[in-house]
């Protein structure tokens, strides 16, 4: 079985807190792959997720919060692989507002 490699990628901020002319400039679309769930997951840790959207439920037991649903569930969510200054990044956007994750160091 091949073992899956272990997240890496953090927080850099989101367009509300960064450049947004900045993070554009930087991020090569017309490059950028489509991600699915599953793939984001292997890269940004799940915790830090719950972390910066609270919004979503998170729970592994079924039966969620009253008015919560899961991010992967929510068809409004765009999951992207691209670059950021040259390195790989992904970015995430919710609510018009994209969060871009870089690696750790």
Known sequence: MKELRKPSFTLLGDSRNLDA??????????QAKDMS????LRRIRS???ANIFPEYEWQSR??????????NHDFRVIYKKSRF???????IEVAKTQYV?????
């Open 47 to 49: 915790e830090e997720l």
């Open 62 to 71: 079924p039966g969620l919060a009253k008015g919560k649903i899961r991010m």
């Open 37 to 40: 769930w599953t793939q984001i």
């Open 21 to 30: 002319g900045e993070i554009w400039k930087m991020i090569v679309h017309d």
């Open 85 to 91: 200054a040259g390195k790989p990044c992904y970015y």
């Open 101 to 105: 994750f870089v690696e750790e160091k």
